[in-house]
């Protein structure tokens, strides 16, 4: 499970003494502790691991537009802590699909469906958020989707 997996990252930090992995782990902890009790409030089971994947893409874009933004600013040192803390998140996530993959996914996908026009687009989002959690960029595949379907 990836709990266990951060669990044991946080005490390999420790005792590496690696403050930055270790801050960005507890930081990580946090927010999935906070979205369990965000889905109890809601009568909702603790989160999957495949719920916990969203939550880490979720985190990773914060800090995409964290970079944006201090880079924008001068401010190159917090622009690198960002990215450290990016590449300790995506380390839990499964490996991003490849351009090529995605493609091919969605039109499965839109054949699946059998997708006809932009009114089934959210049918084939829906079939992609639950065959490939974690592993595509929702926001790209969404333009992609967008334009399959348009044409």
Partial sequence: M????????VKDAMRAKDERKLSTLRMVNSTIKNADIAARGEGKPPLSDA???????KMIKQRQESVELYD???RA???NQERE???IISA??????SED????AISAAIAETGAAGMKDMGKVIGVLRAKYAGQMDFGKASGLVKAALSS
């Fill in 2 to 9: 990836l709990r266990d997996d951060i669990n044991n990252a």
């Fill in 51 to 57: 719920d916990l994947l969203g939550v880490f893409q």
């Fill in 72 to 74: 924008k600013g001068g």
């Fill in 77 to 79: 040192e917090l622009a």
């Fill in 85 to 87: 803390e990016i590449a």
């Fill in 92 to 97: 839990y996530l499964p490996q991003q699909m």
């Fill in 101 to 104: 993959a995605v493609k091919a």
